[in-house]
């Protein structure tokens, strides 16, 4: 089956089990919600997905095909994309610049070709700059092409961190905490992008705390608490479910 997974996953921080056994399928053109308390393990599970961090115990695999052997870039060609629960961009360089750094992995032309500007080189660097353009203008950063990073509002960054992520042309999407610090009305926004990109066949991870949110844009959900999955299965299976309203949504 067509599916980012992890299965039965253990990752220990020397004493600590952060992640104990653990099982997440993310499949294309779902939005699959990651929550639980703090510490709980959610942000171990997608650095392990994405090839931060090897599993103790368990494997990932895409497709069938075991993923632990492989860097962080080689997943990135094979179509895992990230983003961070800090957004990571490089604040001197323009929003379109930033965006066009996501479509490193379809870099064909040599370093020569790069360096005297060669047609293939031109050709690429053409591509990359209209797919940049449509993304940002995509996630709603059309009137900001041209200024620095460092220089747009935090919900504008983290939106920008989602069209560098997609520039590379993603199957499954991994977001840690897009929704933090962003108000009613950009969550909205985050919302709408999400649901573009699902339709598109695109399958998401969302790790996040604002509840409401996952519960209105997943199809499916997990929890975990401490390491462990306590309960997996729809929005409203997971949100009546007494063990998770006991050690997360319960005040
Ligand atoms: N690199 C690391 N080294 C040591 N301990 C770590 C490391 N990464 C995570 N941990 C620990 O593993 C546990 C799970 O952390 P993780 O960040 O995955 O939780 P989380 O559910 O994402 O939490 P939050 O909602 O606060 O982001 C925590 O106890 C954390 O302190």
Redesign the pocket.
């Known amino acids: 089956m067509s599916a980012l997974e992890a299965v039965s996953v253990t990752k220990r921080?020397g004493g600590?089990v952060?992640l104990s056994d653990v099982s997440l399928d993310l499949r294309p053109g779902e939005v699959h919600g990651l929550i639980?308390p703090?510490?709980?393990?959610?942000?171990?599970l997608l650095n392990m997905l994405s090839g931060y961090y090897r599993p103790d115990g368990g494997r990932t695999s895409l497709d069938g095909e075991e993923l632990d052997a492989l860097s962080v870039q080689r997943r990135a060609r094979l179509g895992i994309a990230r983003t961070f629960?800090k957004p990571r961009l490089l604040p001197a360089l323009s929003v379109l610049d930033n965006a066009m750094l996501g479509c490193w992995r379809d870099t064909r032309a040599g370093f020569v070709e790069t360096a005297f500007a060669l047609p293939r080189a031109r050709r690429e660097e053409k591509a990359f700059r209209d797919r940049a353009i449509e993304l940002v203008h995509g996630v709603g950063l059309g009137h900001a092409l041209t200024r620095s990073a460092g220089l747009l509002e935090h919900a504008e960054q983290r939106f920008l961190e989602i069209a560098r992520a997609l520039a590379a042309r993603p199957r499954f999407l991994l977001l840690d905490e897009p929704a933090g610090g962003l108000t009613g009305a950009e969550i909205e926004h985050l919302g709408r992008i999400v649901g573009t990109v699902r339709e598109s066949g695109i399958g998401v991870l969302l790790?996040e705390?604002h509840t409401d949110f996952v519960f209105r844009i997943c199809g499916r959900v997990t929890t975990?608490d401490r390491g462990r999955l306590i309960k997996h299965g729809t929005p409203d299976e997971v949100r009546r479910d007494p063990e998770v309203v006991r050690v997360y949504l319960g005040a």
């Open positions: 921080f600590l952060a639980g703090n510490g709980s393990g959610k942000t171990t629960q790790v705390h975990l």
